[in-house]
């Protein structure tokens, strides 16, 4: 089954404690990104990488760290976690090409809580 | 930077009743899409729509792109209790960028 899949589903941590949440596709997308969600503010890009060693910053990359070794994988780091990072993240993909017209799609969410 | 804001906030309407979503956008877009949301789950990609297109079909779902308003809208015909959830559009950078841009969302209900 073509699936996002992501690592923990829920997560309570501690201020400061360093932590990462998995995510990988099985479609070969070149195409990954992270968003975060809240509350109305709707979701908001953190990072997003277009193929194997090329990642950038989207709207809210403070805090967190990417890296995209392999094509599957896209890891979100975050390096020193604090309370205004307590968010609904997701992670998803999509093909990539010139001109683009490709829906992402999502994992099912990390629910994390810094406390 | 919030591109999409979709309108109303929250609709609530009987089983069987159309539903009607709005999107407005700020910027030039490549195309626009709108996801489906339950519950805290992860979102699900319904359409799609170009921006040389002006209108879409994909079962029950009609969408309308009036890129001159800067706008869209999503229908869903003869509504159930299933589609209770939450609705986004999403738009696209002009050049076909990945970079998507979602807005708050509209919240709809579907009373049996």
């Known amino acids: 089954e073509a699936q996002v899949t992501q690592n923990p589903r829920y997560l309570i941590t501690v201020t400061g404690k360093k932590l990462t949440v998995t995510c990988s596709q099985n479609?070969?997308?070149?195409?990954m990104s992270w968003y975060r969600q809240d509350p109305g503010l709707g979701l908001r890009q953190i990072y997003y990488s277009m193929n194997v060693e090329v990642t950038d910053k989207g709207d809210v990359p403070e805090g967190y760290k990417v890296s995209r070794k392999e094509k599957r994988n896209f890891p979100l780091i975050l390096e020193s976690p604090s309370p205004n990072q307590t968010s609904l993240y997701f992670c998803?993909?999509?093909?990539w090409g010139s001109g683009g017209g490709y829906g992402y799609t999502f994992g099912s969410g990390t629910r994390l809580t810094v406390v | 930077s919030q591109q999409g804001e979709e309108d109303p906030q929250a609709l609530s309407i009987q089983e069987g009743e159309n539903a009607t979503m709005n999107c407005s956008y700020k910027t030039s877009i490549n195309n626009l899409q709108w996801y489906r949301q339950n519950s805290g789950r992860g979102l699900v990609h319904l359409i799609l729509i170009r921006s040389n297109e002006r209108e879409k079909h994909s079962g029950r779902l009609r969408v309308t792109l009036d890129t001159s308003k800067k706008s869209s809208s999503l229908l869903i015909t003869a509504s159930r209790a299933a589609d209770t959830a939450s609705y986004f559009c999403?738009?696209?950078?002009?050049?076909?960028?990945?970079?998507?841009?979602f807005g708050p969302g509209t919240r709809l209900s579907v009373l049996p």
């Open positions: 998803a993909s999509s093909p």
């Open positions: 999403a738009t696209a950078p002009p050049g076909g960028g990945q970079n998507f841009v």
């Open positions: 479609m070969n997308h070149e195409y």
